[in-house]
């Protein structure tokens, strides 16, 4: 969407630059011309309607890039935060790894007893067979 409006934002721009630049003389109808072809012969209200139509496009892309900017520095926050996480889960994972190897090796000594094993699950019967 950012990009969209960006993209929007400059055409809107460009295109009533080059309008104001190629039709500069004055007279109670103007023939709009861009770029060196006639467009259209308009009088001052067409003019004025024209333009407003040209300032609410450039106002919506306005509204579209500050959205898409918004939307994307929300995004760069979720996920600078789900990577601590994720850093915080490894680093936990690794001092659990780390506390385990420990205590398997000082098992080994034969005076401690290892934990007593789980027993086995017996498998689960279903309603409808197997």
Excluded: W
């Excluded at 950012?2 to 460009?14: I, K, M, S």
């Excluded at 004055?26 to 467009?39: A, I, M, Q, R, S």
């Excluded at 926050?77 to 490894?90: F, N, P, Q, W």
């Amino acid at each position: 969407m950012l990009f969209l409006g960006l993209v929007l934002l400059a055409a809107t721009g460009t295109l009533t630059g080059l309008l104001i630049a190629g039709n500069l003389n004055g007279g109670p109808d103007y023939t709009v011309v861009l770029l060196g072809h006639d467009l259209v012969r308009m009088n001052s209200l067409s003019i004025f309607c024209a333009g407003l139509a040209l300032a609410l496009i450039f106002c919506l892309s306005l509204v579209m890039a500050g959205e898409g900017a918004v939307l994307r520095r929300r995004k760069a926050v979720r996920l600078r935060e789900a990577r601590k996480d994720a850093d915080a889960a490894v680093a936990e994972r690794d001092a659990l790894a780390a506390r385990v190897e420990r205590q398997r090796t000082g098992n080994d000594h034969p005076a401690r007893t290892s934990a007593p094993e789980m027993p086995q699950q017996q498998p689960r019967k279903h309603a409808f067979g197997s």
